[in-house]
């Protein structure tokens, strides 16, 4: 076949057993004499080209850009490999490895037909994959806030918790996969995030304020309520619902200042303003309780967190993973968070040994306060309050 769609030649194949290869050319009956007998050597267990008879007469100037023996069964051992490295891989990268493979421009459809029988090769079958996964969870004890859609077969959300350690590194903590963000699949999953993960208090979670999840985590059933745990809004969704409103780029701008803006008397100043220049957009955010989208009323428990990147973040390195079949996705994610703790423990275990006392960037934080500290002037006011007056 190969050598058929190397030489822009076809074929039909005349006998075809275990052991037994015998093919002529398409236009045989037309006058062309071409043929081709192979079979399967017991000694070497091999095929083996035993006669090709005859000259091809009949092959054409014009060159098809696809060929019909160049089906996605052919095609899929083709490009396995390239499935295998990026189970993301986009179609129009397999048509481009299959023509430089065979030289042949394949469609679309043909590519993606191919694509969809690789995967369950290399990761096992979409339904098997379901069964499969409750023998696979026995040897390990996953716990179940960011959602991104499967990609696979079958739809499906992946929700993730992620936190930040003191280096500023990203720390996964639970991942779930649910039928879609709806109010009971984010109350199971906070629950138990909750319960087995995260028990310890003083915690705030950081979200977008999509319905499903914002009802469950008023529910009190799931543990998430103050004053033991705390939610908040990223300010980027705050910003995009704010600009489906009112359609402002420039008070969009201003509004994000606002939520990053740390004192109080200094956000306050800044609402005044907006109110009196534009009542309406005040009136919105007058809506949304201040402790929920500000530094300024935060209680400093976003520690200096505006926006749900970090779980974004963490949804693209997933990307790959997120179309392939559920058991396979479950052992690539496991695998990938196991990879970023170990690589984790080995720095830190690297660090204590060279004898640091906190992580690199908190020690180069400390040192820069520490010369700015050099140059502040203290003024005590009075003894009993412990009033001080410090400038620069």
């Given amino acids: 076949m190969a050598i058929s769609m190397l030489h822009s030649l076809d074929y039909v194949v005349h006998e075809s057993r275990p052991d037994r290869f015998v093919a002529k050319c398409k236009q045989f009956e037309s006058g062309c004499e071409w043929g081709i007998r192979a079979s399967l050597s017991k000694i070497r267990n091999k095929w083996e080209i035993k006669k090709i008879t005859g000259d091809h007469t009949c092959i054409t100037s014009v060159i098809s850009q696809d060929h019909e023996k160049l089906d996605s069964s052919v095609v899929v051992d083709c490009i396995v490999d390239l499935v295998n490295a990026n189970p993301n891989i986009p179609i129009k990268a397999l048509v481009a490895e299959t023509k430089t493979q065979y030289g042949f421009s394949i469609t679309y459809r043909k590519a993606w037909i191919a694509k969809q029988k690789a995967i369950p090769r290399l990761f096992g079958g979409w339904e098997e994959s379901y069964n499969l996964l409750p023998t696979w969870l026995v040897t390990c004890n996953p716990t ?4 991104t859609f499967l990609t696979g077969k079958y739809c499906g959300t992946l929700l993730v918790a992620v936190t930040q350690d003191g280096n500023r590194d990203l720390f996964p903590i639970a991942f779930a996969i649910v039928e879609g963000e709806t109010k009971e699949a984010w109350m199971w999953f906070l629950y138990n995030l909750r319960r087995f993960v995260t028990p310890q208090p003083n915690l705030c979670i950081i979200s ?4 499903g999840l914002l009802a469950a985590l008023q529910d009190q059933r799931v543990g998430w309520v103050e004053p033991d745990a705390q939610s908040v809004y990223c300010i980027r969704h705050i910003a995009s619902n704010f600009n489906q409103r009112f359609k402002n780029d420039e008070l969009k701008k201003y509004v994000i200042n606002m939520g990053y803006e740390r004192r109080q ?23 949304i309780p201040r402790e929920k989208w500000t530094q300024a009323y935060d209680g400093g428990s976003r520690y200096g967190h505006m926006t749900t990147n970090l779980a974004e973040c963490l949804n693209s390195v997933l990307k790959g993973a997120r179309a392939l079949p559920l058991t396979a996705l479950v052992k690539t994610t496991f695998y990938k968070w196991s990879s970023m703790f170990v690589d984790g423990g080995i720095k830190i275990r690297n660090m204590m040994e060279g004898g ?4 690199e960037e908190l020690t180069a934080i400390l040192q820069e306060k520490r010369v700015q500290a050099t140059s502040h002037y203290v003024h005590r006011f009075t003894r009993e309050s412990w009033k001080f007056d410090v400038t620069s």
């Fill in 208 to 211: 977008d304020r999509g319905s």
């Fill in 265 to 287: 008397p200094r956000f306050e100043a800044k609402l005044i303003v907006l109110r009196s220049e534009f009542p309406e957009v005040a009136t919105w955010l007058d809506n």
């Fill in 144 to 147: 179940l806030l960011d959602g």
């Fill in 356 to 359: 640091h006392e906190y992580w």
